[in-house]
């Protein structure tokens, strides 16, 4: 299983940003596809998933209504559109998915497969 991410980079304060994770070695239905973020000095804390079959979306509290997380089902590729970035935002960005259904709070340990971060930087 690969995941592959990419999109990371520089942006400036109240900017935006995409991130992209194509996924391949497996089928996903059934399981959630999504990021993870990890800033220098703290631990990897959830951002987005998506259920990979029904669509259903969950986010993390501090991205609530300033992201988008989708997918391309044809291209087996997740995506994460992020706005109104602060320098909070800093981090590098993994993303992940699980073997099957998660629920409840989302915790590492709940995602099996992990792609290499891409660095998001946002400059104020």
């Known amino acids: 299983v690969q995941l592959q991410a990419s999109g990371g980079g520089l942006v400036q304060a109240g900017g935006s940003l995409g991130l992209s994770c194509a996924a391949s070695?497996?089928?996903?239905?059934?399981?959630?596809v999504g990021w993870f973020r990890q800033a220098p000095g703290r631990e990897r804390e959830f951002v987005a998933d998506?259920?990979?079959?029904?669509?259903?979306?969950y986010y993390a509290n501090f991205l609530k209504g300033r992201s988008t997380i989708s997918r391309d089902n044809a291209k087996n590729t997740v995506y994460l559109q992020m706005n109104n970035l602060n320098s909070e935002d800093t981090a590098v960005y993994y993303c992940?998915?699980?073997?099957?259904?998660?629920?409840?709070?989302?915790?590492?340990?709940?995602?099996?497969?992990w792609g290499r971060g891409t660095l998001v930087t946002v400059s104020s």
């Open positions: 992940a998915a699980s073997a099957g259904p998660v629920f409840g709070r989302r915790s590492p340990g709940l995602y099996k497969y």
């Open positions: 070695g497996r089928t996903f239905s059934g399981s959630a």
């Open positions: 998506i259920w990979w079959s029904g669509g259903t979306t």
